[in-house]
């Protein structure tokens, strides 16, 4: 069974790790802030100029005039900082930024990530996206395994306009964890009771599968 939007942000946020500074795309990264393990120092930057996201707001926290960068409602938590947008891209391409999690199109078996443009249909562009996969070493991208008509998105080469070249070495989609190594898309863990068949059958670009693929757990 595919994993929920839910489920994908709560993996994610079992890469974090104590003292990173965090960077969370628009979609389903988002939803990695009401995931961060209990008792972990995680300080979540947005592009937009905040250091110190807190989960999304309940009704009696709502301010709508803190938002992140998709312009979505959210909280800041207790230390957080202000800042202009021009500060926070430094801070970005100043290779501040300890783990990214992006959302995207496509991405292929060089690492390569298209996340910002389908041609023909109308984008507000490309945002933050192209300074965050050339600021971070450390990327994760989550999405789904396929399109709604069941084309896969891991491919052997993006066919949309790129963020970025050969930045994403993580990929979690609804189906699998997988990470990029040597041209190849290497298969680590699968979703609850999706066989690797079906992964293999959804993968366009090339896919190692080592003899066991663990299935996550969730409580």
Same mark, same amino acid.
């Given at each position: 069974?595919?994993?929920?939007?839910?489920? %994908?942000?709560?993996?994610?946020?079992?890469?974090?790790?104590?003292?990173? *500074?965090?960077?969370? &795309?628009?979609?389903?990264?988002?939803?990695?802030?009401? *995931?961060?393990?209990?008792? %972990?120092?995680?300080?979540?930057?947005?592009?937009?100029?905040?250091?110190?996201?807190?989960?999304?707001?309940?009704?009696?926290?709502?301010?709508?005039? %803190?938002?992140?960068?998709?312009?979505?409602?959210?909280?800041?938590?207790?230390?957080?900082?202000?800042?202009?947008?021009?500060?926070?891209?430094?801070?970005?391409?100043?290779?501040?930024?300890?783990?990214?999690?992006?959302?995207?199109?496509?991405?292929?078996?060089?690492?390569?990530?298209?996340?910002?443009?389908?041609?023909?249909?109308?984008?507000?562009?490309? &945002?933050?996206?192209?300074?965050?996969?050339?600021?971070?070493?450390?990327?994760?991208?989550?999405?789904?395994?396929?399109?709604?008509?069941?084309?896969?998105?891991?491919?052997?080469?993006?066919?949309?306009?790129?963020?970025?070249?050969?930045?994403?070495?993580?990929?979690?989609?609804?189906?699998? *964890?997988?990470?990029?190594?040597?041209?190849?898309?290497?298969?680590?863990?699968?979703?609850? &009771?999706?066989?690797?068949?079906?992964?293999?059958?959804?993968?366009?670009?090339?896919?190692?599968?080592?003899?066991?693929?663990?299935?996550?757990?969730?409580?």
């Amino acid at each position: 069974m595919a994993l929920t939007r839910e489920q %994908m942000a709560q993996r994610v946020a079992r890469e974090m790790q104590d003292g990173f *500074y965090v960077n969370l &795309g628009i979609g389903i990264p988002t939803l990695v802030a009401n *995931y961060i393990p209990d008792g %972990m120092e995680v300080m979540l930057q947005s592009e937009n100029g905040l250091l110190g996201m807190g989960p999304f707001p309940t009704e009696e926290t709502i301010d709508a005039d %803190m938002i992140n960068a998709g312009k979505q409602t959210v909280t800041a938590r207790i230390g957080a900082s202000i800042f202009s947008s021009a500060e926070s891209f430094a801070m970005i391409r100043g290779g501040h930024v300890d783990l990214t999690v992006l959302g995207a199109f496509e991405v292929d078996v060089h690492g390569n990530i298209a996340s910002w443009m389908i041609p023909g249909k109308l984008v507000k562009g490309m &945002g933050g996206a192209m300074d965050l996969v050339a600021g971070a070493e450390n990327i994760i991208v989550i999405m789904t395994h396929a399109s709604k008509d069941g084309e896969s998105k891991l491919l052997s080469q993006c066919s949309l306009p790129l963020t970025g070249a050969n930045c994403i070495k993580r990929v979690l989609t609804d189906l699998a *964890y997988l990470e990029i190594d040597n041209g190849a898309f290497v298969l680590k863990e699968r979703a609850p &009771g999706v066989s690797v068949e079906e992964i293999v059958s959804k993968t366009a670009g090339k896919l190692i599968v080592p003899d066991h693929v663990p299935e996550m757990h969730f409580e």
